[in-house]
């Protein structure tokens, strides 16, 4: 009895989905199952076609990469060169095109400033290299953070790399100029009659404490050189743990004369 259950449910199913077809024959046109078949071709043929673009593409990226590149390079062999292996007046992306990577951070009037790594002539003596570009986004200004320092009570580790990068920079750009606040302080002093009187007196460079004096600001140390296009000014620091660093802030003082002749020009 299931048997032939089963065989006339067959049946019925078949006829089922032939009375289904006949219906759809009727019911729609030619022109529609043609444009409907048309439509599946399409979309097939859209399919391999955006397949192809995509391969495309992806295998002339690195001509398009290198294109880009080398008028990049073209375009910073006009400029000057900068410290750190960038170029004075470069652009963001072309300094990121360069290899550099660019991470924002913010400085109180220097605009579209940056911490920039995988510089392309990294010194092992400095930790953090910032870059301004400014609001006309070329770069003006490099500011470099020596390594911090174990340093003794006399700051005789940062006083030597001081000497070393001023002798450098002097070499390099001219005309440098020392400038060296001590700190002053009261000492008791006898005189002939004997009377104890106090007299100021300034604490010599180098002294015993005067790692002390610079972490508190009570003495500065820090020179300048400067040629026609850039300035720069080398300084000792301590930080607030003890240790000791130098920091070299370099302008382009061609880029900063131009920008004040254009703003004169328009007055």
């Not at 910032?130 to 340093?151: C, H, K, P, S």
Request: hydrophobic share 40%; net charge positive.
């Amino acid at each position: 009895m299931h048997k032939y259950l089963l065989f006339f449910a067959l049946i019925a199913a078949t006829a089922a989905f032939a009375q289904e077809n006949i219906y759809k024959n009727i019911l729609v046109s030619d022109e529609i199952q043609l444009e409907e078949k048309t439509a599946k071709a399409q979309d097939k043929a859209r399919e391999l076609l955006n397949k192809k673009a995509d391969s495309a593409v992806n295998k002339n990226f690195p001509n398009v990469r290198a294109s880009k590149h080398i008028q990049t390079k073209k375009a910073l062999a006009r400029l000057s060169p900068a410290p750190f292996g960038l170029s004075w007046g470069a652009s963001i992306d072309a300094t990121k095109d360069m290899g550099v990577i660019l991470a924002k951070v913010e400085e109180k009037d220097y605009k579209n400033s940056f911490r920039a790594t995988h510089l392309p002539k990294p010194l092992k003596d400095f930790r953090t290299v910032n870059v301004t570009f400014g609001e006309e986004n070329e770069l003006w200004r490099i500011i470099a953070y020596g390594v911090l320092m174990d340093d003794d009570n006399q700051a005789t580790r940062v006083l030597r790399q001081y000497r070393i990068y001023y002798d450098l920079l002097n070499a390099k750009y001219g005309n440098g100029q020392q400038f060296f606040t001590p700190r002053v302080y009261n000492v008791d002093v006898t005189d002939a009659q004997g009377k104890v009187h106090q007299e100021k007196k300034e604490e010599e460079l180098g002294a015993p404490g005067f790692l002390q004096s610079l972490e508190k600001g009570e003495a500065t140390l820090y020179a300048t050189f400067n040629n026609q296009e850039v300035g720069a000014a080398l300084s000792v620091n301590v930080d607030g743990s003890g240790k000791s660093y130098i920091v070299i802030d370099y302008k382009n003082l061609k880029i900063l004369r131009n920008r004040e002749k254009t703003t004169l020009d328009a007055l």
